[in-house]
């Protein structure tokens, strides 16, 4: 069973700091990650994808993938209040059209 | 912008009743998704449709079936709900290909009684 594995939190993060939301996945095969918020009672909104091994950034967001490693990871500078939601990683699997998502870590960026 | 629409934000029925959730997407996308979200469990894949008329099986697919008669339009039928289908559906598209993102409708917060 391929998986995708984060920390489900509370991760509290004082406003102005740098918040780290990491995700684990298992297929070694995976090409594409995926961020994803999702702030209480809203669907999922895509932050973030990333392909390659390093870091991509957008923003007060960068996005890490470690293919070596099997893990990829969500800084958010400066962290803001309403930076505070549920962020889901997302791994594609098995070369096709699917993607699985992680249960998500909920973040909260206090004032 | 992506623009992907789903038909009730809220919706309730009784049990026994045959539901029918719609999805339409407007980015001409060739792949559309049916999701369940609850609390602890995550997102979990129902049904998927790379084509119009083709669907296929996700990870639940049990009391579910689905439409896909054009491009942009992807419907979700519970047979004959049951309580354990209350939950919050979600639809997606993408295009073709493991590299695109997917995008998702608001979502509908189906309670079965």
């Known amino acids: 069973q391929k998986e995708v594995e984060q920390n489900s939190g509370p991760l509290s993060v004082p406003e102005g700091a740098i918040a780290s939301l990491n995700c684990t996945y298992s297929?070694?095969?995976?090409?594409?990650f995926f961020w994803y918020r999702q702030y209480s009672g809203k669907s999922p909104e895509l932050i973030m994808s990333?392909?390659?091994?390093g870091d991509k950034e957008d923003g007060r967001f960068t996005a890490q993938l470690n293919k070596a490693s099997q893990y990829v990871s969500l800084l958010i500078r400066d962290s803001q209040p309403s930076d505070s939601a549920t962020y889901l990683c997302a791994v594609d699997i098995d070369r096709d059209d699917k993607i699985i998502f992680g249960k998500g870590t909920r973040l909260h960026i206090l004032p | 912008d992506v623009k992907v629409t789903q038909s009730s934000r809220y919706l309730v029925k009784r049990t026994g009743e045959k539901v029918f959730l719609e999805c339409v997407q407007d980015?001409?996308?060739?792949?559309m998704f049916w999701y369940r979200q609850d609390p602890g469990l995550g997102l979990r894949l129902i049904y998927f449709?790379?084509?119009?008329?083709?669907?296929e099986k996700g990870d639940i697919p049990e009391g579910y079936s689905v439409s896909r008669e054009k491009k942009e339009r992807f419907s979700l039928i519970l047979e004959s709900a049951s309580t354990n289908q209350t939950s919050m559906y979600l639809c997606?598209?993408?295009?073709?290909?493991?590299?695109?993102?997917?995008?998702f409708g608001p979502g509908t917060r189906l309670t079965v009684t």
């Open positions: 997606a598209s993408s295009l073709g290909g493991n590299r695109y993102e997917q995008y």
């Open positions: 980015m001409d996308h060739e792949n």
């Open positions: 449709s790379y084509d119009v008329k083709m669907k």
């Open positions: 297929d070694r095969v995976s090409q594409s």
């Open positions: 990333i392909y390659s091994n």
